[in-house]
């Protein structure tokens, strides 16, 4: 059994923002990252292998949906240097 574990962080967008893949810009706010690792068994200390990133914004009105999008890290650092410029 291969042993998981999952780090979450809040980022903030001040501008709306552009990742490849997504047809429309998403909009300003804040978002939660979600990190799923799992363990590298084979060697003899322990390391992490990123196996999924998901960006979700949660609603801000009632009735809206949750949306979570899957995107790449080298995609989300790009686009927060781009928005902090």
Sequence with gaps: MTQTRTSREQLVFRRPFALPGLAQKLPAGTYTVEVEEELIEALSFP???????????????????????????????AAQLIDAA
């Design 47 to 77: 390391a992490w292998r990123r196996t999924s990133t998901t960006l979700t914004r949660r609603p801000e009105r009632a009735g809206e949906l949750i949306e979570a999008h899957a995107v790449t890290a080298r995609d989300l650092e």
